[in-house]
């Protein structure tokens, strides 16, 4: 799991980075540097309940909307038939930007539920 955890650091702190020409990079680097703050956690043997919580709400919150949005995954899917999203770095078009931003989410998500499932199933063979 260390070598897990420690991947996502670096990948986790790299995307915070690379928001720095983000028209949003106020909600994404918090979003990412968290991220990377409880894969250190989950490395140091950590499992702060709350702090997971805080997350998966935050993250499975905002990836719904994303989802939902007007232009966000469903418009992509359904009234843009599911463009090729890497196309370009630049995303000119909402629904690109919003897939690409609900894209990171889930790797978020993931990572965390990872953790947190592996966090307390360690926890509970200690106890």
Same mark, same amino acid.
């Given at each position: 799991?260390?070598?897990?955890?420690?991947?996502?650091?670096?990948?986790?702190?790299?995307?915070?980075?690379?928001?720095?020409?983000?028209?949003?990079? !106020? %909600?994404?680097?918090? #979003?990412? &540097? +968290?991220?990377?703050?409880?894969?250190?956690? /989950?490395?140091? @043997?950590?499992?702060?309940?709350?702090?997971?919580?805080?997350?998966?709400?935050? !993250? %499975?919150?905002?990836? #719904?909307? &994303? +989802?939902?949005?007007?232009?966000?995954?469903? /418009?992509?899917? @359904?009234?843009?038939?599911?463009?090729?999203?890497?196309?370009?770095?630049?995303?000119?078009?909402?629904?690109?930007?919003?897939?690409?931003?609900?894209?990171?989410?889930?790797?978020?998500?993931?990572?965390?539920?990872?953790?947190?499932?592996?966090?307390?199933?360690?926890?509970?063979?200690?106890?």
């Amino acid at each position: 799991m260390k070598v897990f955890n420690w991947f996502f650091i670096v990948f986790f702190v790299i995307s915070a980075g690379l928001q720095y020409n983000d028209p949003d990079p !106020y %909600i994404w680097v918090p #979003i990412y &540097l +968290f991220a990377a703050y409880l894969c250190f956690e /989950s490395i140091k @043997g950590r499992y702060n309940f709350k702090l997971y919580l805080l997350g998966f709400l935050v !993250y %499975i919150g905002y990836a #719904i909307g &994303l +989802f939902i949005d007007r232009d966000g995954v469903m /418009s992509w899917v @359904g009234a843009h038939h599911a463009e090729n999203i890497v196309q370009t770095m630049k995303a000119e078009k909402p629904w690109i930007e919003e897939t690409r931003e609900f894209g990171g989410l889930v790797i978020c998500i993931v990572v965390l539920a990872i953790n947190a499932i592996y966090l307390n199933n360690k926890k509970k063979t200690l106890a």
